[in-house]
């Protein structure tokens, strides 16, 4: 299915470009750990993950039929959050790449991430092994009008 048959499929881009991220550690240790530039650092996937959403405060089961297509995406995207965010919140979130990446509990996050990561892309019809998309690709493949 593509990606824009879902109202709000555009909430779901940025949901997908943040676990695409997440979800790679190569991706992580090329641009994240290096402060290179056109894909943000950790803090901005993370509000990626949750600024239009409020995943952060409610399950992403709210969202099947919207964002997420259904139960099985809901779960694994939660599982991802609830990971990602237990992080943030140990570190700060104004912490360098660096920080999150050392964490002790990253690997899973990484894990969940590309669970959830792989499911969407699939269910999109993309390829989930594919690079993520610069943040520059995704404000034009969002943009309004």
């Known amino acids: 299915m593509p990606l824009n048959d879902l109202p709000w499929w555009r909430w779901r881009a940025r949901l997908r470009s943040a676990l695409h991220m997440l979800a ?29 959403s409020w995943l952060d405060r409610w399950s992403a089961e709210k969202y099947v039929g919207t964002i997420v297509r259904d139960g099985a995406e809901a779960a694994l995207v939660d599982a991802a959050v609830l990971r990602v965010l237990r992080i943030l919140h140990e570190v700060g979130a104004d912490a360098p790449s660096a920080a999150y990446l050392a964490h002790p509990d990253w690997p899973a996050a990484v894990a969940a991430a590309r669970a959830a990561h792989e499911l969407l892309a699939g269910n ?22």
């Not at 550690?25 to 600024?51: H, I, K, N, S």
Request: hydrophobic content about 25%; charged content about 35%; proline content about 8%.
């Open 124 to 145: 999109d019809g993309e390829d989930p092994d594919g690079p993520p998309r610069s943040l520059e690709v995704l404000r034009i493949l969002t943009r309004v009008g």
């Open 24 to 52: 790679d550690p190569e991706f992580q240790q090329q641009y994240w750990a290096t402060g290179r530039d056109g894909y943000g650092d950790v803090t901005d996937a993370v509000y990626r993950l949750v600024e239009d």
